[in-house]
């Protein structure tokens, strides 16, 4: 058997029609009578204008005046047929006319929907691949490396009193997982970035399935504040090298390590032990990316959501029935 029209359309094609027209009989190559000759018709539009205060038009049937109907087109020649004729008049074939067309009203919904969820969610995937190789992470792993290597006596020190001394050293507050001795932001990242695309990818099929998606756009929401928990970890470093912060745990130092002396400089802290010093400074190349893409994603997802959890197809049938 041939293939109905709108079969025969694209994904592609099916994205870039209206399938209902609010003004019918402006359309162009609309004729009056319906016309003569074997080419295939189908139905290219809905209309259902009884909520207007339009004037009722002509069925080119049976002439009754009506306000919903359908456009039929046969051979590029468009007529209007009243919502309650097409049936009488077509009989079978109709049905198998109006079934197509609703077909490509359902399918139509449904790419709209999966494109209008691209739009938001690509950007940010791409967003999250850029952020999780960036530079800063190893800025972050080398700067941790060589506080260890370098102020071995210091570090110990913060370690222990991050994770037993109640997160502070004297008066100082200390950055909740700098020195923990196990964070590590990238590898979270990560596994949070491979997480959040599987869900994108399982939002699009259930809009294919037509199943709810709401409770998949409510994992990837609260997935998103763990992203700016990866971001915190980052700018722990830069908190803990601000002035403040630095003279506070330099002091404390000094009144406890016997055999060196540290002091606090500009994002940088230098140890002094006998004749030689070293020092672990922050990268001028430490650069945190703008989060803003997280709360536009936030805001864009929760705007996704489905208003009423429904299945696509129980949109208005009648509208043009
Ligand atoms: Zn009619």
Excluded at 14 to 20: K, N, P, Q, R, S
Excluded at 88 to 101: P, S
Excluded at 251 to 276: H, P, V
Aim: aromatic share 8%; glycine share 6%.
């Amino acid at each position: 058997m041939t293939k109905r029209y709108w079969e025969t359309v694209s994904d592609a094609q099916l994205l870039a029609v209206e399938l209902t027209t609010d003004d019918p009989e402006n359309l162009a190559n609309l004729v009056s009578t319906v016309p003569e000759g074997a080419s295939e018709s189908f139905v290219e539009y809905g209309y259902d204008l009884r909520k207007s205060e339009h004037e009722k038009m002509r069925c080119t049937h049976c002439h009754q005046p009506h306000l919903a109907g359908l456009v039929i087109n046969k051979g590029g020649l468009r007529f209007l047929v009243g919502h309650i004729c097409g049936v009488h008049i077509y009989g079978a074939n109709f049905a198998a006319l109006r079934k197509d067309y609703d077909a490509a009203v359902d399918r139509q919904a449904i790419l709209r929907r999966i494109t209008q969820i691209r739009a938001v969610v690509d950007p940010f995937l791409e967003w999250l691949e850029t952020f999780s190789t960036a530079e800063v992470f190893d800025r972050y792993v080398e700067l941790k490396s060589r506080f260890r290597k370098s102020l071995p006596w210091l570090w110990d020190q913060l370690e222990w009193h991050t994770n037993n001394g109640g997160g502070r050293v004297g008066q100082t507050r200390l950055p909740k997982t700098l020195f923990d001795g196990f964070t590590d932001p990238q590898r979270g990242l990560k596994e949070l970035a491979a997480e959040i695309s599987k869900l994108a990818m399982l939002v699009v099929s259930k809009v294919e399935i037509d199943r709810d998606i709401n409770s998949t756009l409510g994992r990837l929401q609260s997935l998103l504040s763990r992203i700016e928990d990866t971001i915190r970890q980052l700018q722990e470093v830069e908190q803990f090298f601000q002035p403040n912060s630095l003279a506070g745990v330099v002091s404390w130092a000094n009144q406890r390590d016997r055999r060196r002396k540290y002091r606090a400089e500009l994002m940088k802290i230098t140890c002094i032990e006998g004749n030689s010093q070293t020092n672990v400074r922050v990268s001028p190349a430490y650069k945190i990316p703008d989060i803003a893409p997280i709360a536009a994603f936030r805001t864009a997802v929760s705007n996704l959501s489905d208003p009423v959890a429904q299945p696509l197809h129980s949109t208005d049938r009648s509208r043009a029935v």
